[in-house]
């Protein structure tokens, strides 16, 4: 079975542009949850997405957003980029079959974004 | 609000020592505790977890933790460590009701193997 894949590997982008993520879960899951790692605030969830819904989010501004496909697939957007904004994200699948337990999430190679 | 206290930011061992890595938690109900394992370049992997049952837990690569109630403690050991060990290590946890999929992690420990 294939594992998460994110699109592209490494972006640079410069201050005030937007930019879009994408990535495709394990075949079969349908819960998608986004991560931003930065050396001063580490690890922090961002949202999750299951069927086409976000059902969980985090503490970030609208400029973060994200959406999901019927094909479970998803992309997280950032608008009006700001220095800070350089981290790497990271998405993470599960099979998200219940809000009621905890379903194993598997994490991609994540996207290096690098904002000039 | 959970948080989770990673003791010591960089660990060193030299090869075939114990490896301890720290990890305490806050919270007001049993958390679902994990360790997560990132090498360079990589995303996460899941190195062990405990959701409920026996509180010794066995994961991959000969790594255990142990869940102490009392201590609010899943503190991460290795026996021997070897060169391949060398990466940064987060603990990380799920309260319930925050969310199934929302996982709070600690700051991460790097660990150093030399041989």
């Known amino acids: 079975k294939a594992g998460v894949t994110q699109t592209p590997r490494y972006l640079i982008k410069t201050r005030g542009q937007q930019v879009t993520l994408s990535c495709s879960p394990i075949s079969g899951h349908r819960s998608v949850s986004w991560y931003q790692q930065t050396p001063g605030q580490g690890l922090q969830f961002l949202f999750e997405?299951?069927?086409?819904?976000?059902?969980n989010k985090g503490n970030f501004p609208g400029r973060f957003s994200g959406r999901q496909f019927s094909n479970s697939r998803s992309e997280m957007n950032v608008s009006t980029l700001e220095l800070g904004d350089s981290a790497l994200y990271l998405c993470a699948s599960s099979q998200g079959l219940a809000t009621s337990s905890y379903n194993e999430q598997f994490f991609g190679p994540g996207t290096r974004l690098t904002v000039l | 609000a959970q948080s989770v206290t990673q003791l010591g930011s960089h660990v060193s061992v030299s090869e075939g020592a114990l490896v301890l890595l720290r990890c305490n938690y806050s919270s007001s109900v049993p958390p679902y505790l994990f360790w997560y394992v990132q090498y360079p370049n990589q995303g996460l992997q899941l190195l062990l977890k405990y959701t409920t049952g026996a509180t010794l837990v066995k994961g991959i690569n000969g790594f255990e933790a142990e869940f102490k109630k009392s201590e609010t403690s899943f503190h991460l050991t290795k026996p021997s460590a070897h060169m391949s060990d060398a990466a940064e290590y987060f603990c990380a946890v799920i309260s319930p009701s925050g969310g199934y999929n929302k996982l709070i992690f600690g700051a991460g420990t790097r660990l150093a193997v030399h041989p």
């Open positions: 997405y299951f069927s086409e819904t976000q059902r």
